[in-house]
């Protein structure tokens, strides 16, 4: 994992508005939430094959994706996949608890990354933001558990 550098305003508008319209993003979250959200995180880029986060570890950080993808893997094989504007590493931040999958750049991977603490800090500042984040993964999490009861 590699930092990359801030991007100035400009470049921050336009990437706000490809998060807000990304497919299965965190839709319920507003531009002031995403600015919020963007200011505190840190740029980072993973090459094709680097772990983002390993099964059974505990990363205490959540990933949203730029570009690049993410596979999503577990014992018997890869699960999911995660696509620029969408969350990686949100079950373990809402359980508080150990990955239950491990997450692989296929593909060389830039991201935004927010430790828990940082997350759980925003919230208390800005309840309605919490309030936005939870119903998108809580959103977010019933499409995936469709998308799997129909794929069977």
Same mark, same amino acid.
């Given at each position: 994992?590699?930092?990359?550098?801030?991007?100035?305003?400009?470049?921050?508008?336009?990437?706000?508005?490809?998060?807000?319209?990304?497919?299965?993003?965190?839709?319920?979250?507003?531009?002031?939430?995403?600015?919020?959200?963007?200011?505190?995180?840190?740029?980072?880029?993973?090459?094709?094959?680097? *772990?983002?986060?390993?099964?059974?570890?505990?990363?205490?950080?959540?990933?949203?994706?730029?570009?690049?993808?993410?596979?999503?893997?577990?014992?018997?094989?890869?699960?999911?996949?995660?696509?620029?504007?969408?969350?990686?590493?949100?079950?373990?931040?809402?359980?508080?608890?150990?990955?239950?999958?491990?997450?692989?750049? *296929? *593909?060389?991977?830039?991201?935004?990354?927010?430790?828990?603490?940082?997350?759980?800090?925003?919230?208390?500042?800005?309840?309605?933001?919490?309030?936005?984040?939870?119903?998108?993964?809580?959103?977010?999490?019933?499409?995936?558990?469709?998308?799997?009861?129909?794929?069977?």
């Amino acid at each position: 994992m590699s930092p990359l550098p801030k991007s100035s305003e400009s470049t921050q508008e336009q990437l706000v508005s490809k998060l807000r319209s990304a497919k299965n993003g965190l839709q319920y979250l507003t531009q002031n939430d995403w600015i919020l959200l963007l200011d505190r995180a840190k740029n980072v880029a993973f090459k094709k094959g680097e *772990e983002l986060i390993q099964q059974g570890k505990q990363t205490r950080v959540v990933y949203l994706l730029l570009k690049g993808r993410i596979g999503i893997t577990v014992a018997a094989g890869k699960i999911a996949e995660v696509l620029p504007g969408q969350i990686c590493g949100e079950m373990a931040f809402l359980e508080d608890s150990l990955a239950s999958a491990t997450a692989t750049a *296929e *593909e060389n991977v830039e991201a935004y990354s927010l430790g828990w603490g940082t997350l759980r800090d925003l919230f208390e500042l800005y309840p309605h933001l919490a309030s936005r984040f939870y119903r998108s993964l809580a959103v977010n999490l019933s499409r995936r558990l469709r998308e799997q009861i129909s794929s069977k």
